[in-house]
């Protein structure tokens, strides 16, 4: 008949863990304290590959952290250029085409609201310019909500009374 503890030891539906074994825990072979006996070398390898893995990724997500963070690269955008374009179109008279880089520079660059107002302020008045009131007072509205100088709101007033004005008598 086995001994009490025995039994307890065996047993599979035990949930206790069977006690430590001293001898083998300081044996230098048998891994310190990490029970490596009876756990394959493929086994070793593969958690040994994954470790490098995972340490050289998240080295790289280090890298990409601190090039993001704290370098700042001359990354130079297109965005200056449509402005200027669209003002050399207005000069030469092609107010339809100024619209268009206008609106492009808008839908492709981030902007301060300033900036926004008063590009949309220079779209507003170019529409009044072609006598599309409607396209002007939508643009206005644009400016006057991004960020108004109020000199802005009274010359969009105005403006707008002006193209009102052209629109009547041409009908």
């Avoid at 008949?1 to 430590?20: C, F, G, Q, S, T």
């Avoid at 179109?89 to 301060?112: M, R, W």
């Amino acid at each position: 008949m086995p001994a009490p503890d025995e039994k307890k030891i065996d047993d599979p539906n035990n949930r206790k863990l069977p006690p430590v074994d001293h001898e083998t825990e300081s044996d230098p072979t048998s891994g310190g304290w990490l029970p490596t006996a009876g756990v394959s070398t493929k086994l070793k390898v593969f958690v040994i590959g994954l470790t490098f893995i995972t340490i050289a990724a998240f080295g790289v997500f280090i890298a990409m952290f601190i090039k993001k963070t704290f370098i700042k690269g001359t990354n130079e955008t297109w965005g200056p250029q449509l402005v200027t374009i669209a003002e050399q179109l207005n000069d030469k008279g092609l107010k339809s085409q100024a619209i268009e880089h206008y609106k492009k520079y808008l839908e492709t660059q981030e902007v301060d609201l300033k900036t926004r107002s008063s590009i949309s302020f220079n779209i507003a008045t170019l529409y009044v310019e072609l006598g599309q009131c409607d396209d002007a007072v939508v643009w206005f509205l644009h400016a006057n909500t991004a960020k108004p100088v109020k000199l802005q709101i009274l010359e969009s007033e105005s403006q707008l009374q002006q193209c009102r004005s052209q629109a009547n008598t041409s009908q």
